[in-house]
């Protein structure tokens, strides 16, 4: 970038320092005033008010009922004149002199002062009836003001309005209410590397997603986001951009640049504009964070990795939105479940962790997901967020660990769980489940085969997908069963059969022929996590052919999903990754087959019945999961969804 105009270029910034969250958060409240803008306001018809925030106290203006009201279908009556009847002294009446017919919600009028339900009448003509139960005054009568009365406070100042809340304005006689404005957040994208979705990609180039990720926060949180064009990386540019904001909205964001880079100027501009309160958060993800307040208002800087940018917007944003409108932060529904893995953490940061979580025999089992800033998809299918408080080195595998939903409990009751190895037909199969409206969530953590063979044994997940070869056999997963959980009543749901092989670019550039090219030393390989039924199957092919490990360049680096081994390929940081011919087809690689194997599903026998496994089942054995797996390509299905024993 060219320098001359800014000459700001080349003075990397430092961060001031890295405070706790709660007293970042609290240190920044203390000194923003929304005064002058909550003083505004608005009046909007009560039946346009949901969401929106009170400005004063609401009182009603009318009685509900406004009359005294019957409280069901029967007869009106006076009750002093009905005095001695019972069952032994049943009394004749006539309509029109001792009686009238009502409906439930009629007026019941002077000389009427009770109802008799219509089940306690016995009709002895047109106009006489007969009554043998004794009456009481005001019976089955909703007295005026019985829900509401008149002067009585119906919503309080500073309330969120419901749906509910707006019934109760509408019978107390409100029809119009007074609100406080929405915040109006601005939120400015800067980067001269960032497009918009749907423009032509290119090496170098980032699709600005974390803006609009902002604006659809902004307005669940009851705000109106207003978002600006994209600002290249120029100091200038961007103080131009911050100035209008900030003029034009109550608080402004500023999506990357917030970080101690030459060319992350938010920490700057800020301090140029005004003042900068905090710069760095102990926190993971989310650290760079800038809190900023200029002319008053806060503008803070976020980072641009996608999951820091969520967590600082949850951790700072949303508290900031909400004291606006005098409202108070809640952390969410949180559960109580067990850890399925080791977690560590460092000791410096208070760590937000994306995990999967199910419940499993009566107990709510989590997972961790990808841990990375940059991985999207983490919290996509995040069910919750355990939060590692700093000075806390991590938890034990089945350690109780309190989790911050982020789906409904419900959801997460109703989900069956598979932790194992990967392959993309679970995402098939979740898929079918979703399209079909059935009431059952597929959570899949992938941690291999072995792994997903651990946690059954633990008890902590109800399928377990598996593809493990036998050295001395040649056979896939049963041998397993028997070494590992020969003290378990389990089965086998037989899967289907799939075809490994090397995943390479198109055209096989470095003419690659098979398992022996990896030890040539130009040749770059991307392995899978150790414990997944692929990387037991390379090291036997490796092992076979006599070939040492210490001569495969890249053998430790290692991917999670055979999906993750193909955009390896397919980005050009490696020349050949082994994975399932699935993935390579999704890629559009090419491929050299080196094998087939079986891709089945351990249970606990005790789990079968469970309504969850049966669905599953059902989806296994379906039309439309043959139909999806052969447009992927690279399966076979051999009686899918068969129970056998080890």
Request: aromatic share 6%.
């Amino acid at each position: 970038m060219n320098t001359e105009n800014t000459g700001k270029k080349d003075e990397r910034n430092l961060y001031l320092k890295n405070e706790d969250l709660d007293v970042a958060v609290a240190k920044y409240l203390a000194l923003l005033s929304f005064t002058e803008a909550q003083e505004k306001g608005r009046l909007l018809p009560v039946i346009e008010a949901q969401g929106w925030v009170t400005k004063e106290p609401v009182f009603a203006k009318i009685s509900s009922p406004y009359y005294n009201a019957s409280a069901m279908d029967g007869i009106c009556v006076e009750a002093m004149a009905m005095i001695g009847v019972d069952e032994r002294h049943p009394r004749t009446l006539t309509k029109g002199t001792d009686f009238n017919f009502v409906d439930t919600g009629d007026v019941i009028a002077d000389p009427y002062n009770a109802v008799v339900m219509i089940e306690d009448v016995m009709i002895k003509s047109d106009d006489e009836i007969s009554i043998n139960n004794p009456v009481s005054l005001w019976q089955n009568v909703r007295p005026i003001g019985e829900d509401i009365v008149a002067g009585e406070l119906i919503i309080p100042a500073y309330h969120q309005v419901r749906p509910i809340d707006l019934g109760a304005l509408l019978a107390g006689g409100i029809t119009e209410l007074e609100v406080m404005d929405k915040p109006r957040v601005g939120i400015i994208p800067t980067g001269t590397e960032l497009v918009e979705a749907g423009a032509a990609m290119a090496v170098g180039k980032i699709i600005d997603s974390n803006t609009h990720m902002f604006v659809g926060l902004v307005q669940e949180y009851g705000g109106v986001a207003k978002r600006y064009q994209t600002v290249r990386d120029d100091y200038e540019l961007i103080k131009s951009a911050i100035i209008k904001a900030v003029d034009e909205n109550d608080m402004v964001l500023i999506s990357a640049g917030s970080s101690a880079g030459t060319e992350d100027y938010t920490r700057k501009l800020i301090e140029e504009l005004g003042e900068v309160v905090v710069h760095g958060v102990a926190i993971k993800p989310g650290k760079p964070v800038v809190l900023g307040i200029v002319q008053g208002k806060p503008v803070i800087g976020i980072p641009g990795y996608p999951v820091s940018a969520y967590f600082v917007f949850e951790s700072f944003v949303k508290p900031v939105m909400l004291a606006f409108n005098h409202q108070t932060f809640t952390e969410g529904v949180t559960i109580k479940a067990v850890l399925s893995k080791r977690l560590m953490s460092s000791l410096k940061y208070l760590e937000f962790v994306r995990m999967k979580c199910g419940r499993v025999n009566q107990r709510f089992v989590a997972t961790p997901l990808d841990r990375g800033a940059g991985v999207t998809m983490s919290l996509v299918n995040a069910d919750g967020i355990l939060k590692i408080p700093k000075n806390v080195e991590g938890y034990e595998a089945g350690e109780e660990v309190e989790l911050i939903l982020m789906r409904p409990r419900e959801e997460i009751e109703n989900t069956l769980v598979s932790i194992g190895s990967h392959d993309v037909l679970m995402d098939m199969v979740a898929n079918i489940i979703h399209k079909n409206k059935q009431l059952v969530n597929l959570s899949s953590a992938h941690v291999g085969s072995l792994g997903g063979i651990m946690a059954i044994k633990k008890g902590e997940c109800h399928i377990a997908p598996i593809h493990l070869l036998d050295e001395e056999t040649g056979t896939y997963n049963l041998t397993y069963l028997k070494r590992y959980l020969a003290d378990e009543a389990v089965v086998l749901i037989k899967g289907v059969k799939r075809t490994q092989g090397m995943i390479i670019p198109k055209g096989n550039p470095q003419n690659i022929q098979g398992i022996a090219d990896l030890v040539r030393p130009e040749i770059r390989f991307v392995n899978r996590q150790r414990g997944s039924g692929t990387r037991v199957l390379l090291d036997y092919l490796l092992k076979t052919a006599q070939l040492d490990t210490n001569q495969v360049l890249g053998y430790s680096r290692e991917m999670n999903t055979h999906m993750m081994v193909a955009s390896a390929v397919k980005s050009g940081s490696c020349d050949v990754g082994i994975g399932v011919l699935s993935a390579a087809n999704m890629m559009a690689l090419d491929f050299i087959p080196i094998g087939e194997e079986a891709y089945d599903f351990v249970i606990l026998k005790e789990n079968l019945d469970d309504p969850r496994v049966q669905i599953f089942i059902q989806v296994l054995k379906s039309q439309e999961f043959k139909e999806a797996l052969k447009r992927l390509g690279g399966y076979e299905l051999e009686q899918p969804g068969e129970i056998v024993e080890p």
